[in-house]
C-alpha cells in the first residue's frame, strides 16, 4: 500500500512538499516515482528516484522548481514543489516499482500506485 500526503491548496509562488510511503513490503523497490494527472489528460511523469538514489532527468516542466528525494525509512520518497503555477494543479500519485525504465515504475503487475493527492494553484 502506498499513501500520499502534503496536498493542498497555495497561491502561485507556493510551495508543497509531498510524502509518499509504501508499507506492507519486505523489499526495497527498484525505483520510485510521482506523477500527475489532470482532468481529461494523460497521466505525466513528474519526478523518479532510484533505490540507489539516482534521480531521473526530471521533464522539462519541472524548470528546477520540484525535487524529489527518499526517505529515511524504506519505501518513502519526496517531492518538494517551489514555485508553483496554476498549471500544476492536478492529482499527483506516488508509484513503486520493481520493473523501472528511466527511473520511473513500467506500467504492469511490478508496479504500485497510491490513491493520489489533490495539488491546486490558484
Do not use: H
Not at 500526503?5 to 526495497?28: E, H, I, K, T, W
Not at 520493481?98 to 504492469?108: L, W
Request: with cysteine; aromatic share 12%.
Amino acid at each position: 500500500q502506498l499513501v500520499e500526503s502534503g496536498g493542498g491548496s497555495v497561491q502561485p509562488g507556493g510551495s508543497l512538499r509531498l510524502s509518499c510511503a509504501a508499507s506492507g513490503y519486505s523489499d526495497n523497490f527498484l525505483c520510485m516515482a510521482w506523477f500527475r494527472q489532470e482532468p481529461g489528460k494523460e497521466r505525466e511523469g513528474v519526478a523518479g528516484i532510484w533505490s540507489n538514489g539516482v534521480i531521473a532527468m526530471y521533464p522539462d516542466f519541472v524548470e528546477g522548481r520540484f525535487v524529489i528525494s527518499p526517505g529515511d525509512a524504506q519505501n518513502t520518497v519526496f517531492l518538494q514543489m517551489d514555485s508553483l503555477k496554476p498549471e500544476d494543479t492536478a492529482v499527483y500519485y506516488c508509484a513503486a516499482g520493481r520493473s523501472c525504465r528511466a527511473g520511473y515504475p513500467v506500467e504492469g503487475p511490478n508496479s504500485y500506485w497510491g490513491q493520489g493527492t489533490q495539488v491546486t494553484v490558484s
